[in-house]
């Protein structure tokens, strides 16, 4: 604690130009004081460890009832989907402490460990929300911790991490513009990774660093989409981490976005309140999905299903062997009220999701597994036909994953056909999940029988799998054999094992997929079998 009073005592960020003299944006003097620190100020920080469960949160802040902003659209309307209590709707403001107070308090009750507040600052606007928010939550934090310090019964507040929403990236400047200038970020230009490293740099300056959600002592940064900038390649996490730490005594824990090139400590996808995301260390998921309420988009409803879907989404998780799940649980949203994936007590749920939360989260932590049901426990095989599912299901028809029905000879079939707009042809399977679930079976025995009529050249099998060198997006399609098609006319049946399967729903939601190759990619398929060994 000496150490960092001392940083917060020297002001050496006074000294640097401002923006409107700066050369780039790493000349400006960032907004916070807690800037220049050494490894020193870093010793005895609080702290998660790598493979530690823990179960973080993004904080939407963004929220002020006194103008309306993300309360009320500009004609006036209902700008909310779900909506925090009525008796809070008069406090409810980034500016107040005791909303962020109130905020974190539930956090904690729900059993999440880390906040990662969404931040939209650009560099050199420091009066705008997303700057002037974080001295109010961090006056909040405080507050908490020092009641917890008093009297231990008390929660202490969760620790504060970085969620950096990297829509801003389409706002770029240089120094001194305006907002006529604004363009799209390349961050395979210096300034384009100036102004990358910059709002990082902005954004910790302005939390304490006993504050910060660490893993292994480094500070946890999650990036949203690499879509927002006009391009990104491998240079730029390097030369953000090596920035950092010569500016704040220590690496960072990032998180990517799947999308993002360059050298991360894990990978997530955003959309878990959809459906549950599987990343390598990240799991994402959250209740269920409604933006009504946001002006201009196609209607899209995830029901909640009176809470039954977010026990889905995290009892799929848990049905996941301890040892093998990801463990890191990224809940979407605490308050994300918008797109309706809070979880933050509300009007329209009370204190539903806090409770449901809070069980599953200690249910995680305490590294506990639940059995999959389902009719097939036990079962030594499992079958689909084009007649009939038992046990193995054939994936929809669609993304890169399309398929007709077929006859031959009176015989019921599937076909594959290219999707519209995709690279590859694919038909996935699905295991149910009462049979096989992240399994540890050494291998599982697969039959295949299909037309030999020359509709494509050879297939193959890609399916998810234990080993996450053997494939690619951490073992999820690992290769299988491959068989060649001929012009017999005939039905055909091929067998195969496949080592070390896995089975978690991580090929595109399913466990298998056949891939046909060359010729029409035509491939006729009336049966498929899965035995264990």
Not at 165 to 191: C, N, S, Y
Not at 418 to 437: E, H, K, T
């Amino acid at each position: 604690m000496r150490a960092i009073m001392l940083v917060r005592a020297a002001p050496l960020v006074v000294l640097l130009p401002s923006a409107a003299q700066a050369a780039s944006w790493t000349d400006t003097a960032p907004p916070g004081r807690y800037f220049r620190l050494r490894a020193a100020d870093h010793r005895g920080m609080p702290s998660f460890r790598s493979g530690e469960p823990v179960v973080v949160t993004s904080y939407f802040y963004w929220y002020d009832v006194a103008t309306g902003a993300h309360i009320r659209d500009g004609d006036g309307t209902d700008a909310l989907t779900t909506h925090p209590p009525r008796e809070a709707m008069s406090g409810l403001t980034w500016r107040s402490p005791d909303w962020h107070f109130a905020q974190l308090q539930d956090v904690r009750l729900a059993g999440i460990d880390a906040i990662l507040p969404v931040f939209w600052g650009e560099p050199g606007r420091y009066g705008e929300w997303s700057f002037a928010g974080l001295p109010p939550l961090v006056t909040a934090y405080e507050r908490m911790a020092a009641a917890h310090r008093a009297d231990r019964r008390k929660l202490a507040p969760p620790q504060i991490g970085m969620f950096y929403d990297t829509t801003t990236l389409l706002d770029f400047r240089l120094p001194g513009e305006g907002a006529e200038k604004r363009r799209q970020a390349d961050l395979t230009t210096p300034e384009g990774r100036d102004w990358f490293y910059v709002t990082i740099r902005d954004y910790f300056s302005l939390i304490p660093p006993a504050l910060w959600a660490r893993i292994d002592g480094r500070p946890i940064v999650f990036l949203y989409a690499a879509s927002f900038a006009k391009k990104a390649d491998e240079r730029l996490f390097d030369e953000t981490r090596r920035r950092f730490e010569a500016d704040f005594g220590t690496d960072l824990f990032l998180v990517r976005h799947a999308d993002w090139p360059g050298r991360a400590d894990a990978w997530y996808q955003w959309g878990g309140a959809i459906n549950l995301k599987i990343g390598d260390v990240v799991a994402a998921l959250g209740p269920g999905y409604d933006h009504s309420a946001v002006p201009g988009r196609q209607p899209l409803v995830v029901d909640r299903d009176g809470g039954r879907f977010y026990d889905r989404q995290w009892e799929k998780l848990l049905q996941m062997s301890p040892k093998r799940r990801p463990w890191i649980v990224h809940v979407e949203t605490w308050n994300e009220w918008h797109e309706g994936t809070d979880v933050a007590r509300s009007e329209e749920y009370g204190d539903l999701y806090i409770r449901r939360t809070a069980r599953y989260a200690g249910m995680f932590k305490a590294g506990e597994r639940v059995q999959p049901p389902g009719p097939f426990a036990g079962a030594s095989e499992v079958r689909w036909t084009a007649e009939q599912a038992h046990g193995i299901s054939i994936g929809p028809s669609r993304g890169d994953g399309c398929w007709e029905e077929a006859s031959v000879e009176g015989v019921r079939a599937v076909a594959s056909v290219r999707c519209p707009g995709a690279g590859g042809i694919y038909v996935y399977f699905d295991v149910d999940d009462s049979y096989l679930y992240d399994t540890d079976a050494p291998a599982v025995e697969v039959a295949i029988t299909y037309r030999d009529d020359g509709g494509c050249e050879r297939f193959g099998i890609e399916y998810d799998n234990r080993d996450g060198r053997a494939g690619p997006v951490d073992g999820a399609f690992r290769p299988g054999p491959q068989w060649s098609v001929g012009r017999t006319g005939q039905w055909k049946t091929v067998h195969a094992s496949l080592p070390e399967p896995r089975f978690a729903n991580r090929a595109n939601g399913g466990d298998f997929r056949l891939v046909p190759m060359g010729g029409a990619g035509r491939l006729v398929v009336r049966e498929v079998g899965i035995a264990t060994k």
